[in-house]
């Protein structure tokens, strides 16, 4: 199968959040590429990474980032493909400035904003293989079997109330 979803992050120090989209696409078998691109240190990489991604065969972009986190509106600046937010959690501000930095989009140029941090990430990567199975019957069912197995967690979590 070819790569379907791009998960891009500002930073290095954004892989702690962002690797938990990485593995939900692991365990659910859909192909992704990652890259660091900035819209603030590597303007014109972030440009030309939105303009070749549907050639690429991308179907969603996932984009993290932290503070001043302009890197997932930027990119839907620039393409059509379905854009995720992941706001990255921040020492200062604890990640409040990168959620309303992705969140507050202009009308016209969408970005689906997840929650702060990991949670947020894990969210975005199951979004983007939704995304996918709509048109893709197999990620459907696997999506399917997740959610089966996160019920019986939490039918079986009540035995630990002790
Ligand atoms: N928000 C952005 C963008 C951008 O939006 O283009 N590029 C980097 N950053 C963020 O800066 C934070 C600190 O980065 P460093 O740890 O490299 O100093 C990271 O959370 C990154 O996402």
């Given amino acids: ?32 590429e990652k890259r660091v691109v900035s819209a603030h240190r590597t303007p ?5 990474y939105a303009e070749t991604a549907i050639d690429r065969g991308i179907k969603v972009i996932i984009a993290g980032a932290g503070g001043a986190a302009h890197l997932p509106g930027m990119l839907a600046a620039k393409t059509v493909l379905p854009v995720i937010g992941v706001p990255v959690e921040s020492k200062a501000l604890k990640g409040m400035d990168s959620l309303l930095s992705i969140v507050q989009m202009p009308g016209g140029v969408p970005v689906a904003t997840v929650a702060i941090g990991k949670a947020g990430a894990t969210n975005a990567g199951l979004l983007a293989a939704q995304i996918l199975g709509a048109e893709c019957e197999p990620i459907q069912k696997r999506l399917i079997e997740r959610r089966e197995i996160l019920k019986e967690k939490v039918l079986e979590s009540s035995d630990q109330l002790v």
């Fill in 44 to 48: 014109d990489y972030m440009f030309e």
């Fill in 1 to 32: 199968m070819d790569v379907k979803i791009g998960i891009v992050m500002g930073s290095t120090s954004d892989w702690e959040t962002m690797k938990h989209a990485c593995t939900v696409l692991d365990e659910l078998a859909i192909l992704y």
